[in-house]
């Protein structure tokens, strides 16, 4: 039984932002952020919508959750995330100084953590992993879709 | 004399761009997306306005040009920047696929090219030190000034 605030709890949540995205015809990533338990920001990736690259699920979600809390830091706050950040995510995350994140799915090609840790804050807490399978397989969902 | 299409020119637009930063009280960076030697978007930072750490000179800029273009992809543009972009802008620049970037003054600390120019999309051509005194210049009269 899932516990109310686990991190599997809240990566369903980022799951069901991502879903919003496949929908919609866009690569399907959905993020949340958490603050006390409570989620602050939803978002999912609409570069496609926006022809925009920089709209990717993190980057709004971490501006909403700047906008709902009024500040640009974020060190009480966890950011889930279905797939790992890019280097641009990871990069936006620092300058937030995020508590924590928690990312579903490993990104070899475009993840940060080809260059490891420190492209995030040095406070940042670090977890992946978390429903992994779930995550990747509504990716490999969308490409095997735009392969037919 | 300069040309009218020279990379000092418009570097000098975009220094433009980084005194209404510095009007505002932001760290002042600007940064402006030039296509067929037309200016297509001017930006500066507005983190402090927007309490948003995504809202540098850059992201702003390359979201006004795609939505001028229509188009996510920037090939055939070049973006002039007072300041070395971050981690997070390199990785939007890469995203964007831009044509060319060119940059004054360098950030040692905070920069990409810690990271080397492997952050940028390999076809993305660079150029920096272009006005560099007078884009350090403005950031030095900034930090100087907050001591105070």
Redesign the interface.
Known sequence: MLSVYSDSHFMKQALQQANIALEEGEIPVGAIVVCENQIIARAYNQ??KL????AHAE?IA??AA??FL????LPDCTLYVTLEP???????L???QIGRVVYGAADDKRGFMR?GKT?LHPKTKLEYGIMEEECSTLLKTFFEKLRK
Chains 1, 2 share one sequence.
């Open positions: 570069t496609e022809h925009d690259v920089t980057i971490i501006t700047a906008n009024n500040s640009k830091y890019c280097v641009m995510c990871a990069g936006a620092q300058w937030a260059f492209l």
